[in-house]
C-alpha cells in the first residue's frame, strides 16, 4: 500500500507556471504507476498525465500537451508534473494517482491509491 501527499498548489497568474509534487510513502515506489488527474468544480476527474514505473511518459492530447511534463524521482519517492503557460482554464484541484501495474493508463479506475488533491488556481 502508498500513500500520497500532494503539494505546490497555488494562485498563479495566466502564462505563469507551477509544479506540483506528491510524495508517496513506502519503499516500492519505484513499482508503482503514477499519474496526475485534475477536477473542476461540477466536473467529473479527468486524466491529465501518467508515467510507468520504467519511466515512459504519457500526456493528455489537447489542451495540455505540450505544456505539461510528469516526471519521476525513484530515489526521493516523488512524482512531479511541470505546469506552464497557465490558463484559467487549467485552474482545478489536482490529484496524484498510483497503481500496482505498469501504469500509463487514462482512466480513474485504474489507479487503486489516490492523494487528498491540491489546488491550483490560474488568474486571467
Known amino acids: 500500500q502508498v500513500q500520497l501527499v500532494e503539494s505546490g498548489g497555488g494562485l498563479v497568474q495566466a502564462g505563469g507556471s507551477l509544479r506540483l509534487s506528491c510524495a508517496a510513502s513506502?519503499?516500492?515506489?519505484?513499482?508503482?504507476?503514477m499519474a496526475w488527474f485534475r477536477q473542476a468544480p461540477g466536473e467529473e476527474r479527468k486524466f491529465v498525465a501518467a508515467i510507468t514505473n520504467n519511466f515512459d511518459s504519457t500526456y493528455t492530447g489537447g489542451s495540455v500537451k505540450g505544456r505539461f511534463t510528469i516526471t519521476r524521482d525513484n530515489a526521493k519517492n516523488t512524482v512531479y508534473l511541470q505546469m506552464q503557460s497557465l490558463k484559467p482554464e487549467d485552474s482545478a484541484v489536482y490529484y496524484c494517482?498510483?497503481?500496482?501495474?505498469?501504469?500509463?493508463?487514462?482512466?480513474?479506475?485504474?489507479?487503486?491509491?489516490w492523494g487528498q488533491g491540491t489546488q491550483v488556481t490560474v488568474s486571467s
Open positions: 513506502g519503499r516500492t515506489f519505484s513499482r508503482y504507476g
Open positions: 494517482a498510483a497503481t500496482e501495474n505498469n501504469g500509463g493508463a487514462s482512466s480513474r479506475e485504474a489507479y487503486e491509491y
